[in-house]
């Protein structure tokens, strides 16, 4: 019996692929670099799967499964399902089968056999290269440096473009972090979270989420942290059908408070 060849797989990032207005919004969420790399590694489990992620009831639900898969924080994974499917950008074709949409147009793969011969061929050309005067190399790594300043220049430019736009936008709320920096909640950033979190009033959880933890200061988040921290305190307002505990702090006793942010600080 013949072996079937061994194949290798990747997907392939088009040039704009961060330029798509859903990768922008995605990123402009708080934690929205966390969730592009979590919608990346799916992309990546998908394509040896005719680009379906299938759900095998390992963990309670799909979400908890993929994190698993994924070496990624549930509650990251949640969000980011969420807002590929409101974007359109994953179908749910049963209880246990998921289709990422871009995934078919990104796909790439080759046979052990061509991997092997394109690799050869890859050192060849660089044996060859040997016989180029010193002169002749010192230029082609002059080229290359420069080719890799531009190559830095334009990935600040990507992942950090509000603070190449020149935008002076004032921030809508301000989060304390545990080094005494702020994070800043800009209105994009609310219409964003509104979106995800339809029930919740955004901007009052902001307030909610800003007294309490100016309130703790010893249970401040990181920079790291404090994405997750708010996509938290949204996700569990959601769930509560979006009663924001600071419309009704004023009428609530010490002990209703205490078990209305049960959890907060996890």
Known sequence: MVLAEK?????????????????????????????????????????????KLFFEGVEDTFPEELALELDEDPENVKVTLSFLERQGLIRVMGEDEFLLLQCEEMVGSESESAARVRRYREKKALQSNTGVTPLLQSGNTDIDKDI??????????????????????????????????????????????????????????????????????????????????INSWLAREQDKGGKVVGNNARNMTTEQYAESIRGWNE
């Not at 029930?199 to 997750?228: E, S």
């Open 7 to 51: 194949r290798y797989y990747w997907i392939q990032l088009k040039e704009g692929f961060f330029k798509q207005k859903e990768i922008k919004k995605l990123r402009k969420i708080a934690g929205g670099d966390t969730y592009t790399v979590i919608y990346l590694k799916m992309l990546l489990a998908a394509v040896k799967q005719g680009n």
């Open 148 to 229: 890799e300043k531009d190559t830095e220049k334009e990935k600040e430019k990507d992942i950090c473009p509000e603070l190449n736009s020149g935008s002076k936008e004032p921030p809508i709320i301000t989060l304390p972090l545990n080094t005494g920096a702020e994070h800043l909640i800009f209105q994009r950033d609310i219409d964003a979270f509104a979106e995800l979190y339809p029930a919740v009033d955004i901007l009052q959880a902001m307030r909610g989420m800003k007294g309490w933890l100016m309130t703790n200061p010893t249970k401040r988040k990181t920079k790291r942290g404090i994405g997750r921290f």
